[in-house]
């Protein structure tokens, strides 16, 4: 496990010790595989990562594991159109998501430019903006 995932992983058993969640070795693995990774998993693939780390694993602690985190806003829920609930760290640079409605592929992408114009929309209604997201769904080209 590299160093950031470590630090990572550590964070977010904090987390869980904070919420009165023993830190087992189930758990253990399903922080390691959650802070080492760099997609959009869903809860099944978590499952199956955190499995290679530890086999007794079990789905259920998974989705109990991912639902407190979630609450304590540790890990982002993504609900991509037309697929389960795909989840990553919240400590992520911000960024929206390209999703390609053929593969199922989620590609991220930051525009300093789509940035301003929704503040500069927000501002003009007279708000500021606390949140958001914004989810492009996507074809490859042929050409
Ligand atoms: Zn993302």
Redesign the pocket.
Known sequence: MSNGATIIREGLEQILRSEGIRITQQRVAILSALAESE??PNVEELHERARKLNPNVSLATVYRTVAVLEEQKAI?R?EFEGASA?Y?LAS?EH???LIDVESGD?I?FYSEEIEAIQERIAKEMGYDIVSHRLELYVRKRKN
Do not use: L, M, T
């Open positions: 997609d959009h982002i993504n795909r990553e992520k960024h929206d998501h989620v991220e």
